[in-house]
């Protein structure tokens, strides 16, 4: 059985070489990115489609998936639903499994969601060092990523760090990604390209940078990156300092919040 790869780390002959692979029908099975869905690929013998991460394909490329559709098996996997599988798993146009038993020995992520405080963080990622893990530090944005660098320079200045974002060289991230698989460095800071895909087991920190500015979505895909393993996991989601994060709406003056409005198992640090 022929097993190829096609993504941006591909190369230009390799590529070439896979195409036409898959027209020839040489290829049995093919593992890509959203390269496969280009115009210029096409199946000799396509059976089965298997979509994994389904909340990262847009509408344009659904259109693609479709014209692939007709008389082939698909099977779409999800850690996070999207409305419109939901409602078709619901009305019964399309069937729907659950895995709901986590795999043997993974034990739940503790999250914490508390202001950015450089001290907190600082003990928070030469505790993963100690116990001899990896960390992950996540930003939004890319512009925030040297803010981060040089809080970490000053802060834990024995720990190394690599910084990997979307808009470096596919050779380039391949080379800082391959140092930190083989555990040269003990952070990788990063924008949200981590969120799908990344299996490390020896990663079970995660700080998130500005964690408001991320989805509900982004959330969970990110803090699933870690704790995939035996090893306790903890998942640090920060908010700026003294700024009130309640949502879309303030509580009206003189009337107080709730207590116990805060779900999700969600630990609150106190400021």
């Known amino acids: 059985m022929t097993i190829a790869q096609a993504s941006r780390l591909s190369g230009g002959k390799e590529l070439a070489e896979v195409k036409a692979g898959l027209i020839s029908g040489h290829i049995d099975i093919v593992i890509g990115t959203h390269a496969l869905l280009s115009e210029s690929v096409n199946f000799a013998r396509l059976g089965l489609l298997i979509i994994d991460e389904e909340q990262r394909f847009g509408v ?12 082939v098996h698909v099977l779409t996997l999800t850690a996070t639903p999207i409305p419109r599988t939901l409602q078709m798993a619901l009305s ?15 034990l ?3 999250t914490v969601v508390c202001e950015m405080d450089p001290v907190r963080i600082a003990e928070a990622l030469r505790a993963e060092k100690t116990r001899g893990g990896q960390s992950f530090y996540v930003c939004p944005r890319i512009q925030d990523l040297p803010i981060i660098a040089e809080m970490l320079r000053r802060e834990v200045p024995e720990l190394s760090f690599v910084q990997a974002h979307g808009r470096m060289s596919a050779s380039e991230l391949d080379r800082i990604m391959v140092a930190f698989l083989d555990r040269h460095t003990d952070v990788l800071l990063s924008t949200t390209i981590i ?11 995660m700080i998130l940078h500005d964690a408001h500015r991320l989805g509900l979505s982004q959330l969970y895909q990110l803090r699933g990156r870690i704790g995939r ?43």
């Open 229 to 271: 393993s035996g090893v306790e996991a903890y998942a640090y989601l920060t908010t700026p300092p003294r700024r009130r994060i309640d949502g879309s709406r303030q509580a009206p003056a003189g009337r107080a919040r709730k207590p116990g409005t805060r779900g999700g198992g969600l630990q609150r640090c106190e400021p």
């Open 92 to 106: 019964l146009v399309r069937s729907l499994s659950l895995i709901a038993t986590p795999p043997a020995g993974r």
């Open 60 to 71: 344009r490329h659904k259109e693609r998936l479709k014209q692939l559709r007709e008389g």
């Open 108 to 110: 739940p992520i503790k």
């Open 195 to 205: 969120e799908s895909g990344l299996d490390i087991p020896s990663v079970n920190t």
